[in-house]
Nanobody
Framework: QVQLVESGGGLVQAGGSLRLSCAAS????????AGWFRQAPATEREFVAG????????YVADSLKGRFFISRDIDRNTVYLRINSLHPEDAAVYRC??????????????????????WGQGTQVTVSS
């Protein structure tokens, strides 16, 4: 089964930027949809962004548009999340997820965690004000 490993988190000042990476263990990932979710303490998991296997469909949560960008490099078997203008409320554990394309047919399908078959352990993002 595909395994996902996130990296790139850390402590950043408010207003700064980060690029999170999610590396997959095998080439099956190249045919999977991928997504990013985040969860802060005492809050529910929140959809951040999702992308189809070929990158032709990409979605970002409405409240995060303009600051969050998802991309993927098929050759590197990696999906990225670029975060600009970090706010203190962006602090959370960010996890990537992936799964076969079958259930991913519209924007809403990317926001549903149950549609993703595999998950990474997460990377912590901390924002200092």
């Amino acid at each position: 089964q595909v395994q996902l490993v996130e990296s790139g988190g850390g402590l950043v000042q408010a207003g700064g930027s980060l690029r999170l990476s999610c590396a997959a263990s095998d080439r099956t990932f190249s045919r999977y949809a991928a997504g990013w979710f985040r969860q802060a303490p005492a809050t529910e998991r929140e959809f951040v962004a999702g992308m189809s296997w070929d990158g032709t469909s990409a979605y970002v949560a409405d409240s995060l548009k303009g600051r969050f960008f998802i991309s993927r490099d098929i050759d590197r078997n990696t999906v990225y999340l670029r975060i600009n203008s970090l706010h203190p409320e962006d602090a959370a554990v960010y996890r990537c997820a992936a799964g076969p394309m079958e259930p991913f047919d519209d924007r809403g399908s990317y926001t549903r965690a149950a549609n993703y078959a595999v998950w990474g352990q997460g990377t912590q993002v901390t924002v200092s004000s």
